[in-house]
Structure formats: structure tokens, C-alpha cells
């Protein structure tokens, strides 16, 4: 295992090394040029998404559904554990042709429960990431507008960053700004 580990750091140092000197060149001409230092700000946009209010508010409503969704699922098998047991009952009563069918119905209901259930989770899922959508638009729009205002350069994720001065954060102003123009989102119904 060490022996890996070994490995792997030689052949990261030797990538290191390597661009190292194919960039220096890069690096040492724009030093002498004197460019401009290129302006960048950074955006948390986990941090975004989770004070949104937009955010908020979909997931109360995707709760709601979920919700609704898993009573309506608790009374269906309640109704399919019903004629099972109704069906356990009358086992001696039916003949053995009987019972088979009724068996094999009764299992056909239950395929069919577990498809619909497929179905409906799918689509649970297609309506909140068509919602969340809606914010990360807004949320791009709004940290484009703020890059305008303040002639950044770049913007990086903060998951792409180490260290980070607070003059460079834009994350609290694009809380701020999305939660005024964005307090809802609209969630499409589902399709079944």
C-alpha cells in the first residue's frame, strides 16, 4: 500500500515538474508585460442554494408531494395486504385452479403498484430538477451581474478554492439579490 502511495506522489511531483516548466515561460512573459492582475471574485454556490429562499420553498413543496405521494402508496398496499390475506382465507375454499388465478392477479396488482411507484419517483425527480433549475438560472444571472458591477475577471466555485480573501466573496450579495427577486419557483405538475 505504501509502496502505491509512493508511486503516486512521485508520478504527481514529476506532473508538477512538468508543468512547471512548460507554464514559466507563459508566467515570466506576462510579468514582463506588465499585465493587469486579472480581478476574481468567488461564489459558494452550495451556500447559495441552501439560503435560498426559492430553494426553501421548493423543498417544502417537494415534501408536500412526497408526502401526499407516500399516503396515497400506504393506503394501496394496505388494500393489496387486504385481499392477500382475504385471499389466505379463502385458500381452502377455492379450488386449486381458483386460487392460482386469484394469486396471480393479486401479483400482477402488485408488479403494477411497484411500476407506478417507479414511475411516480421518477417523476418527482425530473419536476425538482427542472425547478432547481429555475434558481441556478437566477442565480448565474444574478452573480453575471454582480461580475459587471465590480469588472471581476473570473469567478470560481469556493470548492475550487483553498484559501480566499473576504473582499473576493460574492456569495452573501448573490444570497441577497436572489432571495429579492426570487422567493418562489414555479414546480411543474407531474406528468402521471
Same mark, same amino acid.
Given at each position: ?64 408531494? /412526497? %408526502?401526499?405521494? @407516500? $399516503?396515497?402508496? &400506504? *393506503? +394501496?398496499?394496505?388494500?393489496? /395486504? %387486504?385481499?392477500? @390475506? $382475504?385471499?389466505? &382465507? *379463502? +385458500? ?8 392460482? $388465478? ?91
Amino acid at each position: 500500500m505504501s509502496q502505491r502511495v509512493s508511486a503516486c506522489a512521485a508520478q504527481l511531483l514529476r506532473l508538477v515538474i512538468l508543468v512547471s516548466c512548460l507554464c514559466a515561460p507563459a508566467l515570466a512573459q506576462a510579468q514582463t508585460e506588465a499585465a493587469n492582475p486579472a480581478v476574481i471574485g468567488i461564489l459558494d454556490t452550495q451556500k447559495v442554494l441552501r439560503e435560498s429562499v426559492a430553494m426553501r420553498s421548493l423543498s417544502k413543496e417537494m415534501e408536500a408531494r /412526497r %408526502s401526499t405521494f @407516500q $399516503e396515497e402508496l &400506504r *393506503q +394501496r398496499e394496505d388494500e393489496l /395486504r %387486504s385481499a392477500d @390475506q $382475504e385471499l389466505a &382465507r *379463502q +385458500r381452502s375454499i377455492l379450488s386449486a385452479e381458483a386460487f392460482a $388465478e386469484k394469486r396471480s392477479e393479486l401479483e400482477q396488482q402488485v408488479a403494477s403498484l411497484q411500476r407506478q411507484v417507479q414511475a411516480r419517483r421518477k417523476e418527482l425527480d425530473r419536476v425538482y430538477g427542472q425547478a432547481v433549475k429555475q434558481v441556478q438560472g437566477a442565480l448565474v444571472t444574478i452573480a453575471q451581474q454582480i461580475a459587471t458591477e465590480r469588472k471581476l475577471d473570473l469567478v470560481l466555485p469556493k470548492t475550487a478554492v483553498v484559501l480566499v480573501r473576504n473582499d473576493m466573496e460574492i456569495t452573501d450579495e448573490v444570497v441577497k439579490r436572489l432571495n429579492e427577486t426570487l422567493t418562489e419557483v414555479t414546480v411543474p405538475s407531474p406528468q402521471n
